[in-house]
């Protein structure tokens, strides 16, 4: 593999979900099994039994983000977008005028990105009334790296990043990269995703959506919950950071994806492209399989995505721990992989892995289980993974700040 002419340093981290406002809040969350899920309050549904959810509570205020034309009247997508950007700018020591000084791009991942949250516009549109413009205009102005751009004054690349599951840890990857070939000194990069009438009823059809709190590798495993949130991170190259007296929180090593060219929404059952994918990130990252210090992995409940991760992970990665953190804040979508990077980081600099809620009983079927228990790790470099809808699978290689 070529070595990146620059390494990715992560020298702010911001996220908010369903179990909590804060990276700190999710990570207190985490360790202390903490699930706030319950039916949806966001929108309304005909089913007679209301799956659970996992919702970020209360509205996401918008009035702070500033008064141009992208940044009002916003989808909720953009605004928790916005929200973890944040928190991840403020903890960089960032300023605006830092920005506009270097290369800053930004780069968002989403999966509906609120496409289709506008179900009053259609049924009026369908009903032949005529529906007002609104909705529409809010769309077109809420792509969610677009507002981040605005918001921060942003003149590098933009580019969102629609790849179903995968497409926060992909957003990350494609960041790093920028920073690594010499295109940005700077990216604020994530995922982004919200709870919409549509998806919750999509993945119900789907029947994949589980009656209870989700069970991740566990032997009653039954579909998983959906949630919303945000994940962002402010990456700069090693030596402008250095330079500027920024401290790392972190570092992306390396990014690695393949596809399974398989099925539309089932994993390939021996999981190749999920091997190809660890295999290149691991590669790219120059790190030894026995290095790695634990796994997140996509973990979702659903029966055949943990049964093949299991696989794919006792095979590569023996004896290595892994865990999911989808029992906490569900499945958030195009936002998990950049959450669940974000944590992963986090527990590298905590020393620990949390528990993974929600399973208690192994399954004859799988040939590794998670951890049940908080777990001291041993080394500073982990692996965050998503398996995605199209056979997508997207791994990045994370170090922590060390001592």
């Known amino acids: 593999m070529i070595k990146p002419a620059k390494k990715t340093v992560i020298t702010g981290i911001g996220c908010l979900s369903g179990a909590g406002a804060t990276l700190a809040d999710n990570m207190d969350a985490l360790f202390n099994r903490v699930r706030h899920l319950g039916p949806p309050k966001l929108f309304t549904t005909d089913h007679a039994h209301r799956f659970p959810v996992f919702e970020v509570p209360g509205e996401v205020d918008e009035s702070t983000e500033g008064t141009g034309p992208g940044l009002t009247r916003t989808t ?94 992909d957003a990350l990857g494609i960041a790093s990269s920028w920073i690594e070939q010499g295109l940005c000194d700077i990216v604020i990069a994530g995922g982004a995703d919200e709870l919409t009438r549509v998806t919750y009823n ?76 660890i295999d290149h990130a691991l590669a790219f990252s120059r790190v030894p399989r026995e290095a790695v210090a634990f796994v997140n992995a996509h973990g979702t409940g659903t029966r055949d995505n943990d049964r093949v991760e299991s696989m794919v992970l006792a095979d590569l990665l023996p004896g290595v ?11 958030t979508l ?53 398996l995605a809808f199209g056979g997508n699978n997207s791994v990045l290689v994370l170090e922590g700040k060390g001592e």
């Open 321 to 331: 721990p892994f865990g999911s953190t989808k029992g906490c804040t569900g499945h």
């Open 76 to 169: 909720r997508t953009t605004r928790l977008a916005l929200a973890a950007a944040r928190e991840a700018v403020a903890r960089s020591g960032l300023t605006q005028r830092d920005f506009s000084a270097v290369k800053t791009g930004v780069c968002i991942g989403t999966s509906t990105g609120s496409s289709l949250n506008s179900i009053q516009f259609y049924d009026d549109y369908r009903s032949q009334r005529s529906p007002g413009l609104s909705p529409v205009r809010r769309y077109l102005s809420s792509n969610p790296a677009a507002c981040i751009a605005e918001r921060y004054g942003l003149t590098g690349p933009v580019q969102t990043v629609v790849n179903a599951c995968s497409s926060g840890t």
């Open 334 to 386: 195009g936002a998990a992989g950049a959450l669940e990077a974000a944590f992963t980081v986090a527990c590298l600099n905590e020393h620990r892995m949390p528990p993974s809620v929600g399973f208690t009983e192994k399954a004859e079927e799988m040939p590794a289980s998670p951890v049940t228990e908080t777990m001291a790790l041993k080394g500073n470099v982990a692996i965050s993974q998503s």
């Open 202 to 277: 999509g993945f119900i059809s789907l029947m994949i959506t589980d009656h209870e709190p989700s069970r991740p590798f566990d032997a009653t495993r039954n579909g998983l919950n959906l949630g919303e949130g945000a994940g962002i991170m402010v990456l700069e190259s090693e030596q402008h950071a250095r330079t500027n007296g920024r401290v790392s929180l972190g570092s992306i090593l390396g990014y690695g994806m393949a596809c399974d060219g398989h099925h539309l929404v089932a994993p390939h059952p021996k999981g190749l492209g999920l091997k190809k994918a």
